[in-house]
């Protein structure tokens, strides 16, 4: 795989890990800063992706061999990745929505949509975890993506965390855009909740997606 850094190919390996990182945070300025970055990648890109993964659908449903060796079929053929990918970009959506105040993004009671998308984006995760609990309860399942997994208690204390992490999320109405239009401002999301949010979110990564915990 592109990202086991180790053996021979590690050095390489490391520091094309680095350009995707690189690569991530480069869009995702590009996104913040400009509407028409915003709009690019949460609008246009999205709905290519869409039809590429209808393709597939389509061709696995057929038999056609070009969509059964396909990558994305092979290493994303779970529930979670398709539920996260659109949750998040509703989630991004909606912050430009309230940014731009277009439509209901300038309405009083949209304001709470962030707190709204952030707690099911972690409900995802929890499903996720319980679901390894319960496949794998003290012994290895195989996922619909070919990994192995080792399911119990881990799962279901990490699975719990993140609901915990749903309650500790405070002052719904109190997300705005900053003045220069660049971010959203959630100031009661303050950085020990982020600390903790994090330590969750890697023991979910290492539990649940092994193979993408780089």
């Known amino acids: 795989m592109f990202f086991q850094v180790y053996g021979s ?17 480069l869009l995702n300025e590009f996104a913040r800063r400009t509407k028409l970055g915003g709009i690019i990648t949460f ?13 597939i659908w389509i ?18 053929a779970g529930w979670f990745h398709y539920a996260k990918l659109y949750a998040a970009t509703a989630g991004c959506i909606g912050f430009m929505m309230i940014k731009y ?6 309405k009083e009671w949209f304001k709470p949509f962030p707190f709204v998308i952030v707690a099911i984006n972690i409900l995802i995760a929890c499903v996720s975890d319980f679901e390894s609990a319960i496949n794998g309860w003290n012994k290895w399942w195989l996922t619909a993506e070919g990994v192995w997994q080792y399911g119990g208690w881990h799962n279901v204390m990490n699975g719990v965390a993140g609901l915990v992490n749903i309650f500790c999320m405070t002052a719904w109405w109190k997300v705005y855009p900053s003045k220069d239009k660049k971010d959203m401002i959630w100031a009661d999301m ?8 994090d330590i969750w979110n890697f023991a979910y990564t290492y539990n649940c997606l092994p193979t993408h915990s780089w």
């Open 9 to 25: 190919n590690a050095l390489s390996q490391w520091g094309m890990m680095l350009v995707v990182l690189a690569g991530l945070i």
């Open 43 to 55: 609008f246009a890109i999205p709905v290519a992706l869409t039809a590429y993964f209808l393709a």
């Open 59 to 76: 061709g696995v449903k057929m038999g056609a061999e070009w969509a059964l060796k396909n990558t994305t079929h092979v290493y994303m």
């Open 101 to 106: 105040k277009w439509g209901i993004g300038a």
């Open 190 to 197: 303050t950085w020990v909740y982020i600390v903790i949010y």
